[in-house]
């Protein structure tokens, strides 16, 4: 499949907050090598981005890959926790959290994600454990004083619900926000950080439009979550850090700001979030 052009690059630099590179490896995925992602990405002024991780191996390549410009997050995804169970059960479960907790202890590691509930791939009968794990990666963030990035897919009420229910973190990230303005202003109640992904181009995302107008800025983020949820016009095809410049570009749209404005707040409230980098 043939990529995506280079988008004009933005007036300032910002962070890819959430892209999965291993994924995206040659080696891996869609034919861009790691390397040639980073040069793209810095290209068009996506100066930084944070690499996650959502399984044991993809974490620990994560952890290896990690250096200028790219940190890393790790956890177990909320629909590999009902995997690891069900092949191995709560000692399968509880190791595999143990080393999570072991890897998100690097300093190159500046948070704890994506975790989270996921009620559209794993069923009522996965649920229990699914929340487990959430609440015991809770835990680890605020063990090691990092943040916490949350994946949230159609489980917006019963997510709310545990962060009600535990002691958070220093920082919450809504990864690839799906909520409404209602979710959105109960974010920005929170101090819980936004973060926004191409969907945010799509001609169906109304409702999402709807919430990123009401996010406070000093409360926004950008990803890609490459190789997936490419924007438009080049929805489709695979995604990557050096297409980030169409998200920015319909997020200062939407909130009706100058692109320069925008850019600069996205990038310190990514490194507020995530530390110098």
């Given at each position: 499949?043939?990529?995506?052009?280079?988008?004009?690059?933005?007036?300032?630099?910002?962070?890819?907050?959430?892209?999965?590179?291993?994924?995206?490896?040659?080696?891996?995925?869609?034919?861009?090598?790691?390397?040639?992602?980073?040069?793209?990405?810095?290209?068009?002024?996506?100066?930084?981005?944070?690499?996650?991780?959502?399984?044991?191996?993809?974490?620990?390549?994560?952890?290896?890959?990690?250096?200028?410009?790219?940190?890393?997050?790790?956890?177990?995804?909320?629909?590999?926790?009902?995997?690891?169970?069900?092949?191995?059960?709560?000692?399968?479960?509880?190791?595999?959290?143990?080393?999570?907790?072991?890897?998100?202890?690097?300093?190159?590691?500046?948070?704890?994600?994506?975790?989270?509930?996921?009620?559209?791939?794993?069923?009522?009968?996965?649920?229990?454990v699914q929340e487990?794990?959430?609440?015991?990666?809770?835990?680890?963030a605020r063990r090691?004083?990092?943040?916490?990035?949350?994946?949230?897919?159609?489980?917006?009420?019963?997510?709310?619900?545990?962060?009600?229910?535990?002691?958070?973190?220093?920082?919450?990230?809504?990864?690839?926000?799906?909520?409404?303005?209602?979710?959105?202003?109960?974010?920005?109640?929170?101090?819980?950080?936004?973060?926004?992904?191409?969907?945010?181009?799509?001609?169906?995302?109304?409702?999402?439009?709807?919430?990123?107008?009401?996010?406070?800025?000093?409360?926004?983020?950008?990803?890609?979550?490459?190789?997936?949820?490419?924007?438009?016009?080049?929805?489709?095809?695979?995604?990557?850090?050096?297409?980030?410049?169409?998200?920015v570009t319909a997020?200062?749209?939407?909130?009706?700001?100058?692109?320069?404005?925008?850019?600069?707040?996205?990038?310190?409230?990514?490194?507020?979030?995530?530390?110098?980098?």
């Amino acid at each position: 499949m043939i990529r995506p052009p280079l988008p004009e690059a933005l007036p300032r630099p910002v962070v890819d907050t959430h892209c999965h590179l291993d994924i995206s490896d040659a080696d891996r995925g869609d034919g861009l090598a790691v390397a040639d992602a980073i040069e793209a990405a810095a290209s068009v002024n996506v100066s930084r981005i944070v690499q996650v991780g959502c399984d044991l191996p993809s974490a620990r390549w994560s952890v290896r890959l990690a250096h200028e410009p790219v940190v890393a997050t790790v956890a177990l995804h909320p629909n590999e926790a009902p995997r690891l169970h069900e092949h191995g059960g709560d000692a399968l479960l509880e190791d595999a959290l143990a080393e999570i907790e072991q890897l998100a202890a690097d300093p190159r590691v500046r948070a704890v994600g994506e975790t989270g509930l996921d009620h559209y791939r794993t069923g009522p009968e996965g649920r229990e454990v699914q929340e487990r794990s959430f609440r015991a990666h809770l835990a680890i963030a605020r063990r090691l004083g990092k943040p916490v990035v949350i994946h949230d897919r159609d489980a917006h009420e019963d997510v709310l619900r545990v962060l009600a229910d535990e002691p958070l973190p220093p920082a919450v990230v809504f990864h690839c926000f799906s909520g409404d303005a209602a979710m959105a202003a109960v974010c920005a109640e929170q101090g819980w950080y936004v973060s926004v992904a191409g969907v945010v181009t799509f001609k169906n995302a109304h409702a999402l439009r709807e919430a990123v107008a009401v996010v406070p800025p000093e409360l926004l983020l950008v990803e890609t979550d490459a190789p997936y949820l490419t924007p438009v016009p080049h929805r489709g095809r695979p995604n990557a850090s050096y297409l980030v410049p169409l998200t920015v570009t319909a997020i200062a749209a939407v909130q009706q700001r100058p692109l320069e404005q925008v850019c600069d707040g996205l990038w310190t409230n990514a490194l507020r979030v995530f530390g110098e980098f």
